[in-house]
């Protein structure tokens, strides 16, 4: 071979591999491309899987959060509602959720494809994981709005409707694209141009126009508003455990507005610190809002705050800058905090403030994306007015559907099936009521509870130095033995007292007249209020004359009933001698004030008449009014002096002494039960009064007469709710002794 062949043959050679290296060097730059996009994939699952975990620890938040701020009796059912609503949740958005949210669009309205969801496909699992949490958050945020007054299984009905339809149906109006190509809307929302980055309307408002709709389903809690107009607050069980569910919330908002971002690229710094600089404002704005409205740091407007300024960012958090975003959470702030005093104004009864946060909020994230969103961040060509007009149209859409369609459905299912418990079990506590569950707090309430109904002071609260319950419980115990104690001594004293007051029955039943005095025109009546009365009446018989008396003896016990005794006696005494009436006043209260017990006074009516003549004299010391009914007009006797025992007097005409004819009437002497008996308007009848029961009563026989009209205000003066419970013959719950005499044929 020559050496031009040669040199021909190694340029040939060279060519070769020349040809060959630049063949392997594009196979290479190709293998690298590829390996950089797999690697950008894997980052992409693996960020949003991190997300979608972020987001599942919110569940954690929310119940916290709702636990904390709803009463200790309902802790244990909002918590297990905020389990169970995430479960089911999961399993009906896998069942057709997801497929009516992504599938293959019918005219933008829903999809009809993945029920069941069973693809391999890696993209499709990682989307159906995290958009399961977001279907978990919209449910829960109706969970603690209608807290302590649902069943738990109506709050399993809302859960089903809220998580298998309004919400994918939402979703896919908002979010549904062809994951072959991302860049292509399938919802007819998403193709007019609608934005919500990561939710503040999908999400948040879809849970907040349900709460909204079911609260004015089921109603207020009992108690919470008046009639009116005043407003009743309910404590929460667990503050600080509500502020914990406010701080686990906020962390899980990184994965809820990191993760809607669908990649780990360089967005993410941005949509990070706009997300924490809206929170941190929202509580600032919200914070003054509490203290403007309740002139304090309120604890829910601080809780409350950063969530809202969460839920304001959420639209837009990949479209604005920091600047922006402080903006937007502090009017975010300033919403929820107007929204809260509002509720509260129309007397609408949201247990943690769910509706002022996810669905004010919400609204006003919503509107902010058009109001301070980057169009060329966000691949818009409109003007902002027309960003707006689309805004509204989504807000107004999806308000529409939510809130009118589950109030239709609630409404609908409540009508056959109620969705709230029992007025007794909402006073128990759904613990109890619906989980047959207690806590330590209403252990010691019941042994409280059943101790103040039985009076039983034996039994004792539970004791644990590990809760402040049980603490509680053990300082009553040690205050129960001490009572106890007092107890027993105490009914020692209550042996002697009965003794003395049996003593003093035996006393006044002695003294009271024995019999009816037939042969002459006069009758009494006494009904004592205690075991012992103050009242008494008596006669004294002469021939042609009737003495009488009716006096109220004030205290009552062995001192009354023998300052009684004496009274009595003292009376017959006078007239058997037939002293005037006015005479044996006089002689009785210098008697009386010489011997009485200090504060023991007597107001008493003496009286004489003389069956011949028909004249009747009288005299009040401190007493109610003598009436004289004559037809149907009558005459009052007053007092003219102060009570029995209290001051001496020199001569008896201090006692003023009233003389008159009977002329076919009747005298009447009554004590103070009659006049200061309550009317239906619960003002005492009066001396008027009691002439108009005379009246009503009237009757040819005295005795009937009296009779009927003690018994009218006998039932008058039982303690209120007695004769509905059919108590109509113990007269231990009379307000005040009756006692009465009548004069006349």
């Known amino acids: 071979m020559t050496a031009a062949e040669t040199q021909i043959l190694l340029n040939k050679l060279q060519s070769n591999i020349d040809q060959l290296e630049l063949t392997n060097k594009g196979a290479l730059t190709a293998l690298e491309f590829r390996l950089d996009a797999i690697l950008q994939a894997n980052l992409d699952t693996f960020w949003l899987l991190i ?12 119940m916290c959060l709702e636990t904390g701020l709803s009463r200790s009796k309902n802790s244990i059912n909002v918590a297990l509602k905020n389990v169970t609503d995430f479960g089911i949740a999961v399993v009906i958005f896998w069942a057709f959720g997801f497929a009516l949210m992504y599938g293959t669009s019918v005219s933008g309205l829903f999809g009809n494809k993945f029920f069941f969801f069973t693809t391999k496909v890696a993209g499709y699992q990682t989307y159906f994981v995290f958009q399961a949490m977001f279907v978990a958050t919209a449910a829960t945020i109706i969970s603690g709005a209608v807290a302590e007054r649902l069943r738990f299984f109506s709050y399993v009905i809302i859960t089903f409707f809220a998580s298998g339809f309004f919400y994918p149906i939402v979703g896919h109006w908002s979010w549904a ?34 709460a909204l709709a079911v609260l004015l389903v089921v109603g207020n809690r009992t108690g919470r508003f008046r009639k009116e107009g005043s407003n009743k607050t309910f404590q ?29 690229d360089l967005k993410i710094p941005l949509i990070l610190i706009n997300t924490f600089l809206s929170a941190s404002f929202g509580l600032i704005f919200s914070s003054i809002m509490g203290i403007i409205v309740l002139k304090k740091p309120e604890p829910l407007f601080m809780i409350t705050g950063p969530l809202a300024g969460l839920v304001s960012i959420t639209a837009s958090c990949a479209y604005v800058d920091p600047s922006d975003a402080i903006l937007i959470g502090s009017i975010g702030g300033i919403i929820s905090g107007s929204a809260i005093v509002l509720l509260e104004k129309i007397q609408i009864d949201d247990v943690v403030s769910a509706i002022p946060v996810h669905l004010a909020a919400g609204i006003w994230g919503t ?12 691949g818009v060509e409109k003007t902002r007015l027309e960003q707006l007009i689309i805004q509204l149209i989504g807000i107004g859409s999806i308000g529409s559907f939510c809130f009118f369609g589950s109030y239709i459905i609630f409404k609908t299912i409540n009508s056959f099936f109620p969705l709230r418990v029992g007025k007794i079990e909402e006073e128990l506590g759904l613990n109890i009521s619906e989980h047959n569950a207690s806590t330590d707090t209403h252990e010691l309430l019941e042994v409280l509870t059943k101790q103040a109904k039985s009076e039983d002071y034996s039994s004792r609260a539970p004791q644990d130095p590990f809760t402040d319950s049980g603490i509680i419980g053990t300082q009553y115990n040690v205050l129960m033995n001490k009572l106890e104690e007092s107890e027993k001594q105490k009914n020692k004293w209550k042996n002697r007292v009965s003794q003395e007051i049996k003593l003093a029955m035996d006393v006044q039943k002695r003294l009271m007249p024995k019999r009816d005095i037939d042969n002459y025109p006069i009758f009494g009546l006494n009904i004592p209020a205690r075991e012992i009365s103050g009242d008494f009446y008596d006669f004294y018989l002469h021939d042609d004359e009737v003495y009488f008396t009716l006096s109220d003896v004030s205290g009552k016990g062995v001192n009354a009933g023998m300052v009684m005794a004496k009274a009595i006696t003292l009376f017959k005494i006078f007239a058997k001698q037939k002293f005037k009436p006015n005479e044996i006043l006089f002689e009785m209260n210098n008697d009386l004030i010489e011997t009485n017990p200090a504060g023991t006074f007597i107001t008493s009516i003496v009286g004489r008449y003389n069956l011949k003549s028909d004249l009747i004299e009288i005299s009040n010391a401190g007493h109610q009014p003598a009436l004289l009914k004559i037809g149907k007009d009558f005459k009052e006797f007053a007092s003219s002096t102060v009570p ?5 007097h020199k001569d008896e005409s201090v006692y003023k002494l009233e003389s008159f004819n009977l002329n076919e009437g009747r005298v009447y002497c009554f004590t103070d039960g009659f006049s200061e008996c309550m009317d239906a308007y619960n003002k005492e009848i009066g001396i008027d009064g009691v ?20 018994e009218e205000i006998r039932l008058k003066s039982l303690k209120k709710g007695t004769i509905e419970k059919g108590i109509k013959e113990n007269n231990d719950i009379l307000d005040d002794d009756l006692t009465i005499i009548g004069i006349g044929k």
């Open 51 to 62: 997300c979608a975990i972020l987001v599942f620890l919110m569940q954690a938040g929310f």
């Open 644 to 648: 029995l025992a209290l001051r001496k």
């Open 236 to 264: 929460g069980s667990n503050t600080p455990i509500a502020a914990l569910g406010a701080l686990i919330l906020w962390f899980g908002w990184f994965g809820f507005n990191g993760g809607a971002n669908g990649a780990m």
């Open 177 to 210: 694209f062809n994951f072959e190509n991302p860049t292509q809307k399938f919802g007819w929302l998403g193709k007019l141009g609608y934005l919500d980055f990561a939710g503040a309307s999908v999400v948040h408002s879809v849970g907040g126009w349900i």
């Open 367 to 378: 509107i902010a994306v058009a109001l301070f969103g980057n169009f060329e961040m966000m």
């Open 691 to 710: 002439k108009e029961l005379l009246l009503n009563h009237q009757n040819s026989s005295l005795k009937k007469e009296l009779k009927d009209a003690t």
